[in-house]
């Protein structure tokens, strides 16, 4: 694999509605943008930008060495962001890495990038994480993903599936959580960006579900859970902690 072949995106949006500024929120010490952009360049996976709406954001990127481009703010998600700071790149693959996922790992995204490697029949490839608690699988805000003996996702829901009917005799069949993060072939990113929002997309307010609905293909790596994403300032409590208990260990 040419390292070249990938380009790593981080849409770091600093406008964010439940947590404005959450990109530049300080866990550890060090604001969270830049634990996601730490751990895209372990990965070696290829050149990583971030890309974002925000002259703030902007200029921390540039401040810790990191390769950040301004953005439209009037890209309407995160993939709309990744498909313009990726116009001027000649990769194959581009992987859209969430800005708010501080403890993401190099070894999940290249587990992820090795399953759509072995997957040519598939478009876009993402991950997955096994769910042990009960409370996720009701928890619409814990994307479920449900796939087929190989790995290709077959729906994603804000709602528990599949579901598990009391007849059945695989009841301890698992639940999966969806790790929000995509690797797009080139000319997969480019034919989404072309769809409309699906009706499926805007019922659960799930992407990925316009792909499933245009007929392209996702496959999914199952890795170990990464740790707690930061959505609302609550998460960034909930992170110290996590992070307090992994450096006892």
């Given at each position: 694999m040419d390292k070249k072949d990938c380009l790593i995106v981080i849409p770091a949006r600093y406008g964010s509605?439940?947590?404005?500024?959450?990109?530049l929120a300080k866990l550890?010490?060090?604001?969270?943008v830049q634990w996601c952009w730490e751990a895209a360049v372990r990965s070696g996976l290829g050149e990583v930008v971030i890309a974002t709406e925000h002259e703030k954001v902007l200029a921390f990127a540039r401040s810790i060495g990191a390769r950040a481009v301004l953005t439209s703010p009037r890209c309407q998600s995160g993939t709309d962001r990744v498909h313009e700071a990726a116009r001027g790149s000649r990769a194959k693959f581009i992987l859209n890495m969430q800005g708010d996922e501080p403890f993401m790992t190099a070894a999940i995204l290249k587990k992820a990038f090795r399953k759509l490697l072995a997957s040519p029949d598939c478009h876009i490839g993402t991950a997955c994480v096994r769910i042990s608690d009960p409370e996720d699988v009701r928890n619409p805000n814990c994307v479920k993903?449900?796939?087929n003996s190989a790995g290709r996702a077959l729906y994603f829901s804000r709602w528990p599936i599949p579901f598990h009917h009391e007849l059945s005799d695989l009841?301890?069949?698992?639940?999966y959580k969806h790790c929000g993060f995509y690797i797009y072939r080139r000319a997969a990113l480019e034919r989404f960006v072309t769809l409309k929002p699906s009706r499926l997309e805007r019922l659960e307010r799930l992407e990925q579900l316009r792909a499933l609905e245009d007929g392209m293909r996702i496959a999914v790596a199952e890795v170990p859970p990464p740790g707690p994403a930061i959505d609302a300032p609550a998460d960034l409590r909930a992170a110290e902690k996590y992070l307090a208990k992994r450096l006892k260990k």
């Open positions: 509605q439940r947590f404005p500024g959450k990109v550890g010490g060090r604001p969270v993903v449900a796939m009841k301890a069949l698992p639940y």
